[in-house]
């Protein structure tokens, strides 16, 4: 069993950046894929990248690749997004993900979810 619970949302003008921090418990957190979701206002939830359970490997989708940083660190139980050049676009409810799969992406679904951290860029 994985809790996560995301922090580090809120309002930055476009450009600017923000760093999103996702707090897991459970003694084998490092076992699991983590990945990082968002839904828009009035739209699906779109997964955005993952970070394989060493952090060794990394993947994004195009949209934040170059802009979005996922991180890990195994010993705090924390997994980290790092997001700059933010723009009005990137505005949505933030959620990371845990897994227990050995594929970075896949059809695979997430077996655990935080509730969520709202981002909000102005123009």
């Known amino acids: 069993q994985v809790q996560l619970v995301e922090s580090g949302g809120g309002l930055v003008r476009a450009g600017g950046s923000l760093r999103l921090s996702c707090a897991a418990s459970?003694?084998?957190?490092?076992?699991?894929?983590v990945g990082w979701f968002r839904q828009p206002p009035g739209k699906e939830r779109d997964f955005l990248g993952s970070?394989?359970?060493?952090?060794?490997?990394?993947y994004y989708v195009d949209s934040v690749k170059g802009r979005f940083t996922i991180s890990r660190d195994n010993v705090k139980n924390m997994v980290y997004l790092q997001m700059n050049s933010l723009k009005p676009e990137d505005t949505a409810v933030y959620f990371c993900a845990a897994k227990d799969s050995p594929w970075l992406v896949g059809a695979d679904p997430y077996d655990y979810w935080g509730q969520g951290t709202q981002v909000t860029v102005s123009s």
């Open positions: 459970g003694r084998t957190f490092s076992r699991y894929i």
């Open positions: 970070i394989s359970r060493s952090a060794g490997n990394t």
